[in-house]
């Protein structure tokens, strides 16, 4: 069964600070992983990860896939009040539009 | 363009009855897909639908759950019988389908409530 599991479950920083949320998958037949950003209802699409040790950044995001040790990190620096949200990791087989195996998520909260 | 929409929004039922939930997916998305989301989870797949091959079912809990997608465009989430444990939040995400492995956009959800 596929498994994806994120950590922290929680984070509360102040304003400035960087944070690192993690994501571990056990997969059969990885295609792609997904970071998600929730706030009210609607998971948002940031990035789509599907090679090994190549960043994709957006602003003061980032993340990066290790398909060896089968994990993913999303990093926000000079985290803001507006980044406070579930971040959801996801992870997608092979076979192209295939339903996503979610992680149960990391809620951050930033405080001004 | 417009996004996933869904509707409605929120709705709140009595156990025992059925109810209907709508997915309108992007336009020229061919893949579809529902998911489900309870107080403080993550979120749980239930039916994907692609183009018009036989939908992948494999997440419905159980045989009280059904969807139809007509025309290759909407989809109806169908719940019959509601029990409290179905209360959560139900999401729709649509996706292109091809050779590279595509992001789903999602709707804003349909929040259910059985009482």
């Known amino acids: 069964e596929d498994k994806v599991v994120q950590s922290p479950l929680s984070l509360v920083v102040h304003e400035g600070d960087t944070v690192t949320l993690n994501c571990s998958y056990e997969v059969t037949n990885f295609r792609s992983l997904l970071w998600y950003k929730q706030e009210k209802k609607a998971p948002t699409f940031l990035f789509m990860l599907t090679s090994s040790g190549i960043e994709k950044k957006s602003g003061r995001l980032s993340s990066i896939l290790d398909k060896k040790e089968l994990f993913s990190i999303l990093n926000i620096t000079a985290t803001q009040t507006g980044d406070s949200a579930v971040y959801l990791c996801?992870?997608?087989?092979?076979?192209?539009?295939?339903?996503?195996?979610f992680g149960g998520g990391t809620r951050l909260m930033v405080k001004p | 363009g417009a996004g996933v929409s869904q509707s409605p929004s929120n709705k709140v039922t009595e156990k025992g009855k059925d109810v209907e939930l709508r997915c309108d997916p992007i336009s020229g998305h061919t893949a579809l897909y529902w998911y489900r989301q309870s107080l403080g989870q993550g979120l749980e797949f239930l039916i994907y639908?692609?183009?018009?091959?036989?939908?992948?079912k494999s997440g419905l809990p159980s045989d009280r759950f059904s969807a139809e997608r007509t025309g290759g465009s909407v989809s109806t989430l169908t719940i019959q019988r509601t029990q409290q444990e179905d209360s959560a939040v139900y999401l729709c995400?649509?996706?292109?389908?091809?050779?590279?492995?595509?992001?789903?956009?999602f709707g804003p959800g349909t929040r259910l409530t059985v009482t």
């Open positions: 639908f692609q183009g018009n091959s036989a939908p992948d």
């Open positions: 996801a992870v997608g087989p092979y076979n192209a539009g295939n339903m996503l195996t």
């Open positions: 995400a649509s996706s292109l389908v091809g050779e590279n492995s595509y992001e789903q956009y």
